[in-house]
């Protein structure tokens, strides 16, 4: 397969990645799968993903106390629980849908329900310039707002093209990661960002791989090792200015995250 014309998709970088990735995926991927491809079933699954994923944005509820709420069916009204369970309804909608911008945009809608209650940005491409901030500076200016829609198409319509070329299983994962990097550094929402981006990625290599995709504990992992998440993500402080010949040691924790699924 070639992807060499992509304007996001960079495939470049695949033989320094295929040279530095050190696990057998598809061993990894045999012994994930014996366990099963009941996704919907509580709580092993879906449940921990957006947990984890709502946890690197700063959500204070731990998987353990969130099983403990599913246990003793409590149903709380706070903010950061309904954060989670928005999650949620997003991860169960991709379940069955395919990567179009309109889903994109339904689960983002359906993810950010609370997150952005009132504002009417849940579910829209962004209409002004955004940035993200660490420790109140300023760390990364996003793609101006008017470029925001068409990147996003763009990146779409490639991950389709991908899919449809039948990738092999060290590309699935190469680009799994590479389209989460992408989405982040496009930053097409208002908010929201992260969490769709690491649903993206897990929903491309279901795509690709099947079902048995949403058991690897790909947020969970990155959670576990956020200083070095945040640090591989960051590759400039715009997007204009981004060097991707740093891309690699992030494009690596994906496959870990493989291995991790069931040895961490």
Same mark, same amino acid.
């Given at each position: ?17 295929? =040279?530095?990735? $050190?696990? *057998? +995926?598809?061993?990894? %991927?045999? /012994? ?5 491809? #009941? ?105 101006? =707002?008017?470029? $925001?829609? *068409? +990147?996003?198409?763009? %990146?779409? /319509? ?5 899919? #449809? ?100």
């Amino acid at each position: 397969m070639s992807s060499e014309n992509s304007e996001l998709l960079i495939r470049k970088y695949l033989p320094i990645y295929e =040279a530095q990735q $050190a696990f *057998t +995926l598809s061993n990894h %991927l045999a /012994k994930l799968r014996k366990r099963g491809t #009941k996704v919907m079933e509580f709580p092993s699954n879906l449940a921990q993903s957006v947990v984890f994923s709502a946890n690197i944005e700063g959500n204070p509820v731990d998987y353990d106390t969130y099983l403990k709420y599913q246990d003793q069916n409590i149903r709380p009204r706070n903010k950061s629980y309904q954060e989670i369970e928005d999650l949620l309804k997003a991860y169960q909608y991709a379940i069955a849908k395919k990567i179009t911008v309109q889903t994109l945009l339904h689960a983002h809608k359906l993810s950010t329900r609370t997150l952005l209650k009132g504002t009417g940005k849940s579910g829209n491409i962004r209409s002004t310039m955004v940035y993200v901030y660490q420790r109140s500076q300023r760390i990364y200016t996003a793609v101006p =707002a008017p470029a $925001a829609e *068409t +990147l996003l198409k763009t %990146l779409v /319509k490639e991950v389709n093209q991908l899919i #449809k070329q039948k990738p092999s299983l060290t590309e699935c994962f190469y680009y799994a990661a590479m389209i989460h990097l992408r989405f982040v550094h496009i930053h097409p929402f208002a908010d929201g960002n992260g969490r769709t981006a690491r649903l993206l990625e897990k929903w491309f290599l279901t795509q690709c791989l099947g079902d048995a995709a949403w058991l690897i504990h790909s947020e969970r992992y990155y959670f576990r090792h956020l200083p070095k998440y945040y640090t591989n993500i960051k590759l400039g402080t715009t997007y204009q200015t981004l060097d991707y010949d740093g891309c690699v040691p992030f494009l690596l924790m994906l496959p870990a995250a493989l291995r991790y699924s069931y040895k961490g």
